[in-house]
């Protein structure tokens, strides 16, 4: 048999190590505390130390409204505080509705101290610009993010939703490296793989961290996705004993870029079992096949 291509490996982030499959909040939105803190338990329990939130979590989605997904990360913080040191915490800013961007000194650095606030935490492990603001100059958005750094609000600094331009235009005015990018990716959604992303990772050692790796519940209801695709993956699954979100994780996790899966969803059991990708088998030939089978087209 063929060697797998999936990474179960720890990632490095900066200072911190990472599990290859992380919590995201932007479902977050239970009213109860003791329930927010058993799913954060259990990722954390199950190795998804990378705990992705942002401060518009919570603005839709069956939120209560802006902030509310970071108020309720930091009731569980406060509750169990223990579970602060177990987190590599992560958040980001820079959306500002309805306008719908601001990464302009002044209000990027009161969002963050509002992250601050409500998560209550001293430091956010890792702060991510959350979508480019196209009127703010890059040298301006780099010079906040060295100053929050400096003044130990901020441990490391990532963006999201940056196409490559934008990634390298930021980065070329930061005193220091850029740690993670933060595209979808997901077997129907490919465009890091075409668009230079990927490559920008493997080339400065950035860590993608993929949201939406089950295309949004697209990949798991099947609507809006080419039925070959679904069949291919349903017979990998088989192949393989696991369900067909197991196998849409792990063909995130088979990149050499060596992605962090971002799992959303609100059931613990959901997320015990999204573990199972880590021990899927996925070949160049099955890679390839979700890649063309997504495409609709084969590869030249």
């Avoid at 295309?215 to 696991?242: H, M, Q």
């Avoid at 021990?279 to 030939?285: A, C, I, K, S």
Wanted: with cysteine; charged share 20%; proline share 7%.
């Amino acid at each position: 048999m063929t060697e797998t291509l999936i990474n179960s490996q720890s990632r490095r982030i900066g200072e911190f190590e990472v599990g290859p499959l992380a919590y995201g909040c932007w479902r977050f939105t239970t009213d109860s505390v003791d329930d927010a803190r058993g799913l954060i338990e259990t990722a954390l329990d199950l190795g998804m130390n990378l705990i992705d939130t942002a401060d518009v979590y919570g603005f839709d989605w069956g939120g209560s409204g802006f902030g509310a997904n970071e108020e309720l990360l930091g009731k569980v913080i406060a509750s169990a505080p223990e579970l602060r040191d177990r987190m590599v915490l992560a958040s980001k800013g820079g959306i500002m509705p309805p306008i719908p961007y601001d990464s302009s000194p002044g209000y990027l650095e009161s969002a963050c101290d509002a992250s601050l606030r409500r998560m209550q935490t001293d430091v956010i492990d890792l702060y991510q610009i959350h979508r480019p603001d196209m009127l703010t100059h890059p040298a301006e958005v780099a010079a906040t993010l060295a100053s929050l750094r400096e003044k130990g609000k901020i441990r490391e600094v990532g963006i999201s939703n940056h196409t490559p331009a934008q990634h390298e235009a930021l980065a070329a005015h930061l005193p220091f490296p850029l740690a993670t990018t933060q595209p979808e990716y997901s077997p129907v959604t490919l465009d890091p793989l075409r668009d230079g992303t990927f490559d920008l990772c493997m080339r400065d050692g950035v860590v993608p961290l993929a949201w939406s790796p089950l295309g949004g519940g697209r990949l798991i209801s099947g609507e809006g996705v080419r039925p070959e695709l679904i069949t291919l993956l349903d017979e990998l699954a088989e192949r393989e004993g696991v369900d067909r979100a197991a196998i849409c994780i792990a063909f995130v996790l088979a990149h050499p870029s060596a992605p962090v899966a971002i799992l959303g969803t609100q059931t613990p059991a959901r997320l015990e079992s999204s573990t199972a990708a880590l021990g899927v088998h996925l070949d160049r030939g099955d890679v390839y096949a979700i890649i063309q089978a997504s495409e609709g087209v084969p590869l030249p």
